[in-house]
């Protein structure tokens, strides 16, 4: 059964300690991306990969952090520095196939820090 | 700087109604747009791609219009029912090349079914 996994679907932590939302996909995708999702904001690009042990900002990367050491796993660290991490955060992966492609996305993370 | 908008937070229809959704952008030159549904707590899921050299998509009930003139797609749900209740978002990609697959997503439209 192919897909992406986030986990856990539900997260509670408490403010100043980092914690680590897992993303793990088995479509052979080349490229990952990390999102958070905010009531009335859409989808924000908090960083991406298009190839192992690399990767790049995207638009809100300040007090997050990512590692790609395998073409399946992306995971992403919410650092104490980040102001507002509450929020719904989605993994997406994608491959360019036939001169297109489209994003395919994991169930999400709902991260409440408190 | 670039901007996607989508026409409105809400939209309701009657049962049966075709739906139309508006995606606008400024200061943008996609060479694709995209359109997903996202369900309450769910991941977005992919629906439609069309190019910027083709005026009309269509998919069973949807259909899609881009015109790169009025930097504006219409996504349209014909013979509405109530499970095509989501959130639709439209996602603007800048190339058509491999190596730059950022894509920039609108906030969404809610769109409700009513029976």
């Known amino acids: 059964d192919g897909g992406i996994t986030q986990s856990p679907k539900y997260l509670f932590r408490k403010e100043g300690q980092n914690v680590t939302l897992s993303c793990e996909q088995n479509?052979?995708?080349?490229?990952m991306y990390w999102y958070r999702q905010d009531p009335g904001q859409g989808l924000r690009l908090i960083y991406y990969?298009?190839?192992?042990?690399?990767?790049q900002k995207g638009d809100i990367a300040e007090g997050y952090s990512v590692s790609r050491e395998k073409k399946e796993s992306f995971p992403l660290t919410v650092t104490s520095a980040q102001k507002n991490p509450t929020a719904f955060y989605l993994c997406a992966s994608s491959t360019w196939t036939g001169g297109r492609y489209e994003q395919y996305f994991g169930p999400g993370t709902r991260l409440t820090v408190t | 700087s670039q901007k996607i908008e989508q026409n409105s937070e809400a939209l309701n229809i009657q049962e049966g109604k075709t739906a139309t959704l508006t995606c606008n952008y400024t200061?943008?030159?996609?060479?694709?747009l995209q359109w997903y549904r996202q369900d309450p707590g769910r991941g977005p899921v992919f629906l439609l791609l069309?190019?910027?050299?083709?005026k009309e998509k269509r998919k069973e009930r949807l259909k899609v219009t881009f015109d790169t003139t009025l930097k504006q797609s219409l996504f349209h749900i014909t013979a509405s029912q109530p499970a095509d209740s989501a959130t639709y978002l439209c996602?603007?990609?800048?190339?058509?090349?491999?190596?730059?697959?950022?894509?920039?997503f609108g906030t969404g439209t809610r769109l409700t079914i009513i029976p």
């Open positions: 069309i190019r910027e050299n083709e």
């Open positions: 996602a603007l990609d800048p190339s058509a090349n491999f190596g730059n697959e950022k894509l920039t």
């Open positions: 990969s298009q190839i192992v042990n690399d990767f």
């Open positions: 479509l052979n995708h080349d490229a």
């Open positions: 200061n943008y030159s996609p060479a694709y």
